[in-house]
């Protein structure tokens, strides 16, 4: 259900030198989110809530921390068979308030959770 540690190091460094940001990854610090999210994902549901909560709380994952954490979150629900409705910078900043330690999981699982829709459903 959780994408690999390498699998997204190498993606996220290609796409952040191709999109002109730092291309620096934290593979550590990716491991122990990704522990996170697997811990916290009940099912296939859960995931993209749980990879958005774990990234909030592992901010040194990337040096492009806020783009590139959003960019993982909506590519993988994509690849579980998911559409989000929230856009780009609305999931941005539900990251930093995790970050913040503003909001719990039950809360992103809860807000992502309503605004998660199978591929073809409409907003």
């Known amino acids: ?9 190498r993606a996220a460094e290609r796409i952040a030198s191709e999109l002109g940001m730092p291309p620096k990854v934290s593979e550590a610090a990716l491991r ?5 999210a697997e811990h916290l994902a009940d099912d296939t549901y859960d995931v993209p809530a749980a ?9 040194r994952c990337f040096a492009s921390f806020r783009a590139l954490s959003v960019l993982v979150v909506a590519w993988h629900a994509r690849t579980l068979g998911f559409r989000l409705e929230p856009s ?8 930093v308030r995790v970050a913040a330690r503003d909001v719990d999981f039950e809360e992103v699982r809860s807000w992502l959770g309503a605004r998660l829709l199978p591929f073809g459903g409409r907003a």
């Open 1 to 9: 259900m959780i994408p690999s540690a390498v699998a997204i190091a």
């Open 32 to 36: 122990v989110a990704l522990r996170e």
């Open 51 to 59: 990879l958005l909560f774990a990234l909030g709380r592992n901010p």
């Open 88 to 95: 780009f910078e609305e999931l941005g900043e539900m990251l």
